[in-house]
C-alpha cells in the first residue's frame, strides 16, 4: 500500500513582497455541488484570461494515486473534474465481470423456462437438462450475481465508493483532519509561485472555484492574497433556483456554505438561461 504523506508548511506569513502587478483581482467561488462554480469559473477563463484553481486541485492528483493502491481502481485525474463521474459508484472489474457473467446466466436459464420456440426447445433437448434443472440453475446464478454485486462495490466509511465520496473522505475527514489549513496552504503557494515565475505588467484575476470551508475564505486568506499583488479578493455564492438541496444531509465539506461571507450571490437560474448567468459575472468581475 501507498503512504500518504502531507507536508503541512506553514502559511506564508512573513513573505510581503508583490507578486502581481496592481489592478490584479481574485474571485472565490462557493456554492453547492451542481449550482455551477465550475461553469462560471470556465466562463471567466475563456472570456476575462483568469487563471483557474482549486483549493482540491491537490487533493485530486492524492485520490488517483488513493484508488489505485488501496482499492486497485483506475481513474484519470480529469474525471475528478467531471460532474457526472463523480457520482458514479466505482467497482472492482474482477468481482463486476463475474456479476455480469452470473447475471447473464440467470437470464438465459429463466428464457429458457420462460420460452417455448424451437431452439430453446432444441437446447433442452441437447443438454438433456429439464426444466426443473433451468429453474434450478437461474435461481443459483441470480444468487450468485447479487453476492458478486455486493462485493464488486467498495466502500469508504461506510458509503458505497463514488469519486466524491472518496473526495470528500480525504479531504475533510483524513487531510483537514491532520490540519485545517492543508489545502489552502497549498493552493496559495501554487498561485504564489505561478505569480513569480509567469506574472508580466498586465493585471492578472485569479478564479478559485471551490470555497467550501469558513478558512478557505477568511481575513487571513484574503491578507495572504493581498499581499501576493490582488488589490481586490471577491467572493461570490453561485445559486440555483432549480436544484434543491437536503441540507440535512449534506457532507462537512459543505455544510458551511450558506454561512459564508461573501461579497455577492448570483443566481444561476435555468430560465433566465446562461447568458443571464454570464452578464452578472462580468458585471462582479468589471465592478471597482
Not at 501507498?2 to 467561488?29: K, N, Q, W
Not at 436459464?109 to 437461474?138: C, E, K, P, Q
Not at 509561485?193 to 506574472?199: F, I, N, P, Q, Y
Amino acid at each position: 500500500m501507498h503512504s500518504f504523506i502531507i507536508s503541512c508548511t506553514p502559511a506564508m506569513d512573513d513573505r510581503d513582497e508583490r507578486v502581481y502587478p496592481r489592478g490584479s483581482s481574485a474571485i472565490l467561488l462557493t456554492g453547492f455541488a451542481g449550482h455551477g462554480k465550475s461553469t462560471c469559473a470556465d466562463y471567466l477563463v475563456s472570456v476575462h484570461g483568469a487563471k483557474k484553481y482549486a483549493f482540491a486541485d491537490k487533493l485530486k492528483h492524492l485520490c488517483v494515486q488513493f484508488l489505485h493502491d488501496v482499492y486497485g481502481i483506475t481513474v484519470y485525474e480529469d474525471e475528478m473534474y467531471s460532474a457526472r463521474a463523480k457520482e458514479e459508484l466505482q467497482y472492482y472489474a474482477g468481482y463486476n465481470m463475474l456479476f455480469m457473467l452470473c447475471y447473464i446466466s440467470a437470464l438465459v436459464n429463466f428464457t429458457v423456462i420462460t420460452d417455448s420456440d424451437y431452439f430453446v426447445s432444441a437446447l433442452v433437448h441437447l443438454t438433456a437438462m429439464t426444466y426443473s434443472d433451468y429453474w434450478r440453475a437461474g435461481l443459483l446464478s441470480l444468487a450468485l450475481s447479487a453476492f458478486f454485486y455486493f462485493l464488486s462495490v467498495p466502500r469508504i466509511a461506510g458509503h458505497h465508493l463514488t469519486i466524491r465520496r472518496v473526495l470528500q473522505y480525504m479531504g475533510t475527514e483524513f487531510g483537514r483532519a491532520a490540519y485545517s489549513n492543508v489545502w489552502v496552504d497549498g493552493t496559495l503557494e501554487t498561485i504564489r509561485e505561478d505569480g513569480e515565475l509567469h506574472a508580466g505588467d498586465e493585471p492578472v484575476t485569479v478564479v478559485i472555484e471551490d470555497m467550501r470551508f469558513p478558512n478557505e475564505g477568511d481575513a487571513h486568506v484574503e491578507e495572504l492574497l493581498v499581499r501576493m499583488g490582488f488589490d481586490t479578493v471577491r467572493r461570490v455564492r453561485i445559486l440555483r433556483d432549480d436544484v434543491h438541496v437536503d441540507t440535512a444531509g449534506l457532507h462537512e465539506s459543505e455544510r458551511h456554505i450558506p454561512a459564508l461571507r461573501v461579497e455577492h450571490e448570483i443566481l444561476n437560474s435555468f430560465a433566465e438561461g446562461k447568458g443571464m448567468l454570464y452578464s452578472k459575472l462580468d458585471a462582479c468581475v468589471l465592478q471597482d
